[in-house]
């Protein structure tokens, strides 16, 4: 199933490391597609529909959530892995799958359960993806998790601290070694942030948490605006914001493919070992988009994350979760039958660590409103059943 098109140091079917478990090759498919189309139907996947980004999931209905993100980053990865000559299937696998282990209520979500982790290893969004992926759906007979490749789940695996990364062999070494994953991993990596930044940005709009004014002071914004507006004087509202976007993010991924373009030239790796073994990734920004990259994060950090109203938000997830986690991990019993069953297991295999690491895979596996509905049934006296 390679294409005939893809540059060398692209992943491909005949060049993977495999699956943890063997199984027969994938008729008219290639085994990345086999990997995206598990991804697609599994449950954690389903589940993205209702975790958020930023805003919390019964905010409003436009903002994003998790699986729009997910789309999105999918469809920005593709297309640079297309521009690239890279493997689209892998990109798209990973894109989509990078996300099935955040908690609820996004960012603070997995703050609070890293806190209450913090005694138990600790609790990392990207480690619980591959967790996920590996372990926790539970959809064939002939192993538990996806049974993904390697290259899928190296990409899966964006960020692991070097603790966690020594238990996980070949998958957690680059960790050590300060080396690199695979161009298509890299492609991910960068497409999330170009989609969260600017989708932020966006629903921040939305929201009427930000202003057009305030972006203004931010280069990549202004000048976009100032053409938008020397071409359409009269346009306003919600087009205004969408065409000034759109711009930013074809401006960003230009500059991607580009960059990166000339990186792969200068350095000319001969296959994926090699891009592995270079202490710096291929795929990146120019210095001066990086710049432009780097000052939409502290605005957003500054102007749309620390905004009261997200605080208030953030807050509230906050005793959410940790409310959740003490009674679970104090009262199993309150857990669901086939839960209690997972409690066991774990706690008898690591006591404590493993009661706690088997109440967080059930919290970090809610949506925003059954977290919520389900703190209410626990915590509020009305709410009995």
């Known amino acids: 199933m390679t294409s005939p098109t893809l540059a060398p140091y692209a992943a491909c079917d005949e060049r993977s490391r495999g699956r943890r478990f063997s199984e027969a090759a994938p008729a008219y498919r290639s085994e990345f597609q086999r990997d995206r189309d598990r991804i697609v139907h599994s449950s954690a996947f389903r589940r993205l529909e209702y975790k958020t980004q930023v805003f919390v999931n019964h905010e409003g209905d436009m903002f994003r959530t998790r699986l729009t993100h997910s789309l999105e980053v999918a469809q920005i990865g593709r297309a640079v892995a297309r521009a690239l000559r890279l493997n689209e299937d892998l990109t798209e696998a990973i894109t989509l799958a990078h996300d099935l282990g955040h908690t609820p209520f996004g960012h ?39 049974n993904l490749t390697f290259e ?25 070694s300060s080396t690199q994953p695979g161009l298509e991993a890299q492609i991910a990596n960068i497409a999330d942030a170009i989609a969260y930044n600017n989708h932020d940005l966006d629903d921040g709009l939305r929201a009427g948490l930000i202003s ?154 809610m949506t925003d409103r059954y977290a919520i509905a389900l703190h209410g049934r626990l915590f509020e006296p009305g709410e009995l059943t």
């Open 108 to 146: 603070a979500g997995q703050d609070a359960l890293n806190e209450c982790m913090a005694a138990y290893g600790g609790f990392e969004h990207n480690l619980q993806s591959l967790r996920v992926v590996d372990e926790l759906e539970d959809r064939y007979a002939e192993f538990r998790g996806l």
């Open 212 to 365: 057009i004014e305030q972006l203004c002071e931010l280069p990549s914004f202004e000048r976009e605006y100032q053409v938008v507006m020397e071409n359409h004087p009269k346009l306003g509202g919600r087009r205004l914001v969408h065409e000034i976007i759109r711009r930013m993010i074809n401006r960003q991924v230009v500059d991607l493919i580009a960059n990166s373009q000339h990186r792969l030239a200068e350095t000319a790796p001969a296959n994926v070992d090699e891009v592995r073994a270079l202490s710096r990734p291929l795929i990146g920004f120019g210095e001066a988009q990086a710049e432009e990259h780097r000052a939409l994060k502290r605005f957003l950090r500054q102007e749309l994350y620390q905004h009261y109203r997200v605080l208030r938000m953030t807050f509230k997830a906050h005793k959410v979760m940790k409310d959740l986690f003490e009674a679970f991990f104090t009262t199993p019993r309150l857990l669901p039958p086939e839960h209690q069953q997972h409690v066991r297991a774990l706690e008898a295999q690591a006591g404590d660590h493993g009661r706690a690491r088997a109440v967080a895979d059930y919290v970090a596996g």
């Open 152 to 176: 899928t789940r190296e990409g899966i695996l964006k960020h692991c601290a070097r603790d966690h990364a020594a238990t996980l062999g070949d998958l957690g070494r680059r960790f050590l």
